[in-house]
Nanobody
């Protein structure tokens, strides 16, 4: 089972940017895709974006289009979630996860092997 660890969270002012990382701590990422989710205080965890590891194809939640950019570095076994023009509603714990199986479309992917999460706070 792959073990994932997120990093890069912190306090950011509105309008700022942040890049989160998700790595397998030195081991190869062998799942078909990596997904990112977030959970705001008092709310359920929601899907943000996912990337197919082999070809880099991406899929974003509607709210993430235009401000969230998901990439991966296969050599470093690391995925990156860049968030620009951040808003207070982006505040929450951000999690990465590995796809269970290999869906034909990322909108159908199921994810497991969750990382512990990294806190992102957007506030002035």
């Amino acid at each position: 089972q792959v073990r994932l660890v997120e990093s890069g969270g912190g306090l950011v002012q509105p309008g700022g940017s942040l890049t989160l990382s998700c790595t397998t701590s030195g081991r190869a990422f062998t799942s078909a895709a990596m997904g990112w989710y977030r959970q705001a205080p008092g709310q359920e965890r929601e899907f943000v974006a996912a990337i197919k590891w082999n070809n880099g194809g991406t899929y974003y939640a509607n709210f993430a289009m235009g401000r969230f950019i998901l990439t991966r570095d296969k050599d470093k076994n690391t995925g990156y979630l860049q968030i620009i023009n951040m808003k207070p509603e982006d505040t929450g714990v951000y999690y990465c996860a590995a796809e269970v199986g290999d869906s034909w479309h990322l909108s159908l992917a199921e994810f497991g092997s969750w990382g512990p999460g990294t806190q992102v706070t957007v506030s002035s």
